[in-house]
Nanobody
Framework: QVQLVESGGGLVQPGRSLRLSCAAS????????MGWYRQAPGKQRELVAV???????NTADSVKGRFTISRDNAKNTVYLQMNSLKPEDTAVYYC?????????WGQGTQVTVSS
């Protein structure tokens, strides 16, 4: 199955922006769904945004209007642009790739929003 490596996390002040990247070890062209999930301390992992192979996007209400997911099939990379970050966005962010054969996860990247 595909290997996923996230990058771009870090410490940022409220109101600022970050862009996360998820690099895949192989072509993502045929991957049905790629997405971002997050898990805050003491909470369950939750969906942030997913983008399907035809480009259909589903975004969590909590980040709608602030976060944007995109995929670049030529670079085998999925991005999460996060604007107007809030302290409640603090979490480990995981990249996900889903096909009929597998459900793959990256190792996660920490995002901390704090003044």
């Amino acid at each position: 199955q595909v290997q996923l490596v996230e990058s771009g996390g870090g410490l940022v002040q409220p109101g600022r922006s970050l862009r996360l990247s998820c690099a895949a070890s192989e072509s993502i062209f045929r991957i049905n769904s790629m997405g971002w999930y997050r898990q805050a301390p003491g909470k369950q992992r939750e969906l942030v945004a997913v983008i399907t192979r035809p480009g259909i996007v589903n975004t969590a209400d909590s980040v709608k209007g602030r976060f944007t997911i995109s995929r670049d099939n030529a670079k085998n990379t999925v991005y999460l642009q996060m604007n107007s970050l809030k302290p409640e966005d603090t979490a480990v962010y995981y990249c996900n790739a889903r096909t009929s054969s597998y459900n793959a996860w990256g190792q996660g990247t920490q995002v901390t929003v704090s003044s």
